[in-house]
């Protein structure tokens, strides 16, 4: 699916060659500062490489429309923003943005999907760190989007919603067959859900499963 050849960004990343497989689960994981994000930004046309290649299916990112794009792939990121208002509107302000359409009986389940227990009149200032992640989740799972970059999903939460959040994500993905990379700092995580695993250090990458590693 995603193909890397020679890509570098400044000082950051470099990658002779990286291939990430469609329909799996790929973890990134590494040190802070060792390029994962980076990587999920380049995949998800947030920034451009200094040098080199990224295909997606066959074909250069760079000749692909970054708006049409971002609408087959779909990034959330380690502190996503939310937008003033309800979370109803927080809902919809994905939807809008990728053409799309949903009742609010299909929004209500998403809440639930990811234990979300608020109605959707509720104002997002009510909402804890937490909560806040998982209506960042659920707007991103009602995009419907193919691939899914995940960056530290997890991190504001405890242990136990870390894992019940993990899970929500993994069987979204395996019951409706897409494509996830995640980052995550926890390699008992990696090891339990993810397919494969890339590993970063000062920038340079080594794939393969973790128990390899």
Known sequence: ???????????????PTLVIQPGLITGLIGDSGSGKTTLLKL????????????????????????????????????????????????????????????????????????????PLSE???NLSGGEAQRLALARVFVLDAAIYLMD?????????SELFLIETIVNFVKANQKTLIMVTHNQSIAKKYCDTVIEFTNGHVKEGRLDDQ
């Open 43 to 118: 995949l998800c046309k947030l920034v451009s490489p200094t040098a080199g290649v990224i295909m997606l299916n066959g074909k250069s990112l760079a000749e692909i429309n970054s708006v049409e794009h971002r609408q087959s792939v779909v990034m959330l990121s380690q502190k996503p923003h939310l937008f003033t208002g309800t979370i109803k509107d927080n809902l919809l302000k994905g939807l809008m943005y990728h053409k799309k359409t949903c009742s609010d009986d299909v929004l209500i389940q998403w809440l639930n999907t990811v234990n979300l227990n608020k």
């Open 1 to 15: 699916m995603f193909e890397l050849k020679d890509v570098r960004y400044k000082a950051v990343l470099d990658i």
């Open 123 to 125: 104002s997002i200032n």
């Open 152 to 160: 530290e999903p997890s991190s504001a939460l405890d242990e136990k």
